[in-house]
């Protein structure tokens, strides 16, 4: 099967600049999350999605970031203005199930200067 | 609240000795417990899971990880360690109550040493 699929691969913005990531997870995944690792620290969720609707979304910045998963499949990632501390790795991954691991994409290396 | 602790950010091992990496977890209700690996300028990859049952566990590339729910532990093991098993680990917990969200911890460095 294909593997979840995130876009770009690499980003560099300047600060107070705006970025989108895109997420397409693996196909019949009814959860998405979008989580952002810190150079040196665990990834740290920032949303989690079922279907189309925002199951957890307690640790995202929300005067900053934004996400979005329409019809259920793809998703988007905003930050609008990005800081300093928002350079981080952004990892999207998809699960079938409660029980079932998470499959993870590559992610996307955001440097903001 | 959910959250997850790897003691050690780094384990030193020489390669055929065994290997132990440490987890401990606080959740609400029955814990999924999760163990994941990441390579350099890699996505995390699953290596195994505990849901019910069995408290050892047996994952990919003869790995394998003991539940204790007494001592709230998943700590991931490996007979004999071979070089390429270095990398970052990470131990991660989903309750299953609220909004099943699951949970990484910080990450372990394993370094093994030929």
């Known amino acids: 099967e294909a593997g979840v699929a995130q876009s770009p691969r690499y980003k560099i913005i300047e600060k107070r600049q705006s970025v989108a990531f895109w997420c397409n997870p693996i196909s019949g995944h009814a959860t998405l999350y979008w989580y952002q690792q810190i150079l040196g620290q665990g990834p740290k969720l920032l949303i989690q999605f079922q279907n189309n609707g925002v199951v957890d979304d307690s640790q995202l910045p929300k005067d900053r970031f934004s996400a979005e998963r329409l019809k259920g499949v793809d998703s988007t990632l905003k930050i609008q203005p990005a800081k300093l501390e928002d350079s981080a790795v952004y990892l999207c991954a998809s699960s079938p199930g409660m029980g079932s691991p998470l499959h993870f994409g590559n992610g996307t290396r955001l440097t903001v200067t | 609240a959910q959250s997850v602790a790897q003691p050690e950010d780094q384990v030193n091992v020489a390669e055929g000795n065994p290997l132990t990496v440490k987890c401990t977890y606080s959740?609400?209700?029955?814990?999924?417990l999760f163990w994941y690996v990441q390579y350099p300028n890699r996505g995390l990859q699953f290596l195994l899971k505990y849901i019910t049952g069995d408290n050892l566990v047996k994952g990919s590339y003869g790995f394998e990880a003991e539940f204790n729910k007494s001592q709230t532990s998943f700590h991931l093991k490996k007979p004999s360690a071979l070089v390429s098993d270095s990398a970052l680990y990470f131990c991660a917990v989903r309750g299953n109550t609220g909004g099943f969200k699951t949970i990484f911890g910080a990450g372990t460095r394993l370094f093994v040493k030929a």
């Open positions: 959740v609400s209700g029955n814990p999924y």
